[in-house]
């Protein structure tokens, strides 16, 4: 018997409430020397730092002398880039990044002009993360 068949009523309501609502995480949180410190990233914490990194607002950036037009959720690096980051092998990201990609968690679409880029759009980030006015950090 499983330790789930053994929870009363009043423990199953408590582990679904659990998985509902939200955490406000600042992006600011990026900056913090905890973040900051130089470490390899475990793969949660790689899936945190692209969803901090995910643009909260409709914006064209300048991206290695190139213009992208981003939408909320969207990202514009390169697999190096996130590599060097995650202190990962830039196999390990592109497996990463696949790996999200078949669990429908982000859509990647790869540019191979010089400098190669990578456009991440995480989906589902309107409904996970709401736009209600609160300004971005």
């Not at 992006?27 to 899936?47: G, N, V």
């Not at 497996?95 to 191979?112: S, V």
């Amino acid at each position: 018997m499983h330790k789930k068949d053994n929870l009363n009523n009043s423990e199953c309501q408590e582990a679904s409430a659990k998985k509902s609502g939200y955490v406000r995480l600042y992006r600011s949180m990026r900056y913090d020397p905890l973040w900051m410190k130089k470490r390899i990233f475990s793969q949660a914490e790689a899936f945190l730092d692209l969803y901090m990194e995910a643009s909260g607002t409709e914006r064209i950036i300048t991206y290695k002398r190139r213009e992208f037009k981003l939408r909320r959720g969207q990202l514009i690096t390169s697999q190096w880039a996130l590599a060097k980051r995650w202190e990962w092998s830039r196999g390990s990201v592109e497996n990463f990044l696949h790996k999200l990609e078949m669990r429908n968690t982000i859509a990647i679409k790869t540019f191979k002009i010089r400098p190669p880029s990578t456009l991440i759009t995480i989906l589902k980030y309107n409904a996970l993360n709401p736009n209600n006015s609160i300004p971005e950090v």
